[in-house]
């Protein structure tokens, strides 16, 4: 009886096992998210694994029954479909980036291009957009043309690529002579020129939902890492990579939820 009770507390004394967190993002993400989860994991002792793409593919993904923990979507109709399929934790879902979208040349174009209506101009064979069937930057891309009134003059002209790295990729390259992306990729390259930030009352309303599925292997341990991405000094992190950090919500009472401190603490909405 004695060994029987000092081998469970010594049982007990073992560090429980690392957890793997399965966490679907979208492609836009894959910067920031690989710069924070090394720290994160050498605190926390688990495993953050990583499924980056499209975001309307990793929704599919999930719908289908693949392994993910967390889903951290590019664009709120996305995660629309999540929620309304019931696959997200209740209570868990928050709004906790913004973006903007961005019309960009090779940098050493020489083309006057400055506006969305130059693309209409005859020198402009190739506008290399994501793919607007199940991309979000290439639908905002898409909306934002059509709410100008410039997607028929513009639509044969489209290269649609997998992801947004990939219209990145293909004015970088040359092989287009303009192309559609968020703000935030344009810090990835020399190679290309912003020339036309989307404003105005035509401008996407661009916002990254992320939240716990509800069929989570790890559900703590996800939990804590969607806490930590809340965090005021993940926030920072997310700032220098060009996102917007949005507030997390506000509960019934009014009062802000603690988003600073080490992982573990309180999730946004919970």
Sequence with gaps: MVAAM???TW?????????EIHLYAAASLADVLKELAPPYEARTGDRVLFNFGASGLLSRHIQEGAPADLFFSADEARMDE???????????????LANTLVLIVPSDSR???HTP??????EVQRVAIADP??????QYARGFLEQLGLWKGIQGRVIPTGNVRGALAAVESGNVEAGWVYGTDTRLS?????????????APRIRYPVALIRDSKAPTEARRLLTHLASTDTGKVFEKFGFIPLPPPLPAG?????TSGPPGGRTPGE
């Design 6 to 8: 000092l081998l469970t």
């Design 11 to 19: 049982l007990g004394a073992l560090p429980s096992p690392a957890a």
């Design 82 to 96: 999540l929620d309304q399929k019931g696959l997200l934790m209740p209570g868990t879902r928050t709004n906790r």
């Design 111 to 113: 083309l006057p291009i």
């Design 117 to 122: 209506q130059d693309l209409l101009a005859p």
């Design 133 to 138: 069937k199940t991309v979000p930057a290439g």
């Design 190 to 202: 020399k190679g290309i020129r912003t020339v036309y930030v989307a404003a105005g009352p035509a």
């Design 254 to 258: 009014g009062t802000p939820l603690s």
